[in-house]
């Protein structure tokens, strides 16, 4: 992730691209699932998840046959979640391979695996509201965090929002990649390990192990790709070929009845916020607080989520929505940092003509000595806000500003 001196149409095109000083975000607003608890006291003015789940004894849990795995919903560590989701390589289970929430994640979030199933045949989702009166530059940021193994198209995500009833608008758009049909990956458990494979929870080792020593057996027989042909170096010897992102290793492999079993899979197909492998941001196991700014300012704002996701063993966690108002950086011309180019910083660049600009115009003018080209800076600038160009009809006449603007920038070009 130059200033020059260029005529005023060619600068009013290029000003958005200008270096400007980072800006700082002040929290306003937000939810943490925990009442406020975590996240310095914010809590969203409403918040409705559908369908809701909180109710049930497991939270979270869809009914239908309440499978551990069907979730979707306010979620601890505390509510019999799925292990695959809990990290207990620090803790009780030394030997973990897969989770999400280390020992010390013990506060609320928000989980979602194979939400299609009996009970929902749809996407679930989510919407909560905040005041943003008075408020601009507006930054939205969400701790996200996945592990599975993700199918472009069918598993999705997203976060979008509006102001005041407007245009829904994508903030976090969150999928596998696509155009890619591969991608490996690794986790870092806690207590350090780092794995690029996982166990599988169906595996039978009671079946494996009479399979390898009597053969096949009532429904029991070897898995299809333990053939001896591409990669498999031994034909029914209860081992087939994984590639993962450490190379390819035999795992163990039966296939009973209709369904084929491995005892360990690859990590692969993670999900991208906003790209793909290339250009967006790979979710991990381990929360990162993703940040996207957000356009527009009014009364209320409406944060919506769309989520879905068709296995057992693909999940999604998300905590800690947070909204802020930027400083925002300053626009060319706001030559007194209040964040808008108007009238007032004319005053500003009238009272310090022929002065060493150095910070007398807040770092917004085109450096050395203040003169007209901070004049045409300014006038190419007028009316935009933060960073944010006006129509370019919100230019002002310089007569309406009175003619002696006229009569100082002719004498400061006559003496050049």
Do not use: C
Request: hydrophobic content about 35%.
């Amino acid at each position: 992730m130059t200033n020059t001196r260029v005529s005023i149409p060619l600068l009013m095109s290029l000003v958005v691209a200008m270096p400007t000083a980072a800006s700082a975000a002040t929290p306003f607003a937000g939810e943490d699932f925990d009442g406020g608890a975590t996240n310095g006291g914010f809590t969203a003015a409403t918040q409705v998840f559908t369908p809701d789940n909180s109710g049930f004894s497991d939270k979270g849990t869809f009914t239908e046959g309440g499978s551990i795995f069907d979730r979707y919903g306010i979620v601890s560590r505390a509510d019999n979640i799925p292990f695959d989701v809990q990290d207990d390589s620090a803790g009780n289970f030394p030997p973990d391979s897969m989770g999400i929430l280390e020992n010390g994640k013990i506060d609320n979030v928000v989980l979602l695996a194979d939400t299609e199933n009996g009970d929902n045949s749809g996407p679930v989702t989510a919407e909560w509201t905040f005041d943003i009166s008075g408020r601009s530059n507006l930054e939205l940021s969400i701790d996200m965090a996945m592990v599975g193994d993700f199918e472009a198209g069918d598993d999705t995500f997203e976060f979008t929002y509006s102001i005041d009833g407007g245009p829904s608008m994508s903030a976090f758009s969150i999928d596998a990649d696509g155009t890619n049909p591969t991608v490996f990956y690794g986790i870092s458990m806690e207590a350090g390990g780092f794995f690029d494979r996982y166990f599988t929870p169906f595996f039978d080792e009671a079946e494996w192990l009479e399979l390898t020593s009597v053969g096949p057996f009532n429904n029991v027989t070897y898995h299809p790709d333990d053939n001896g042909l591409d990669g498999d170096t031994t034909a029914q010897d209860g081992f087939i070929p994984i590639e993962g992102l450490g190379g390819v290793v035999e795992e163990r492999a039966v296939q009973s009845g209709d369904f084929t079993d491995v005892e360990r899979l690859a990590y692969k197909d993670p999900l991208f916020v906003n790209g793909d492998a290339t250009t967006g941001t790979m979710l991990t196991d381990d929360f990162q607080s993703l940040t996207a700014a957000l356009s527009g300012t009014g009364s209320t704002l409406t944060l919506s989520f769309s989520g879905m996701t068709n296995s057992n063993q693909e999940f999604f966690v998300f905590d800690n929505i947070l909204l802020s108002e930027g400083d925002g950086p300053a626009a060319p011309g706001d030559f007194n940092g209040d964040g808008a180019v108007d009238a007032a910083d004319y005053t500003v660049w009238r009272d310090n003509l022929g002065e060493s600009e150095g910070d007398l115009l807040g770092g917004n003018g085109t450096g050395g000595t203040i003169d007209a080209d901070d004049y045409d800076l300014w006038v190419a600038n007028y009316g935009s806000s933060f960073g944010e160009l006006a129509a370019a009809d919100a230019a002002p006449e310089p007569g309406a500003l009175g003619l002696g603007v006229i009569g100082v920038v002719a004498a400061l070009r006559r003496r050049r």
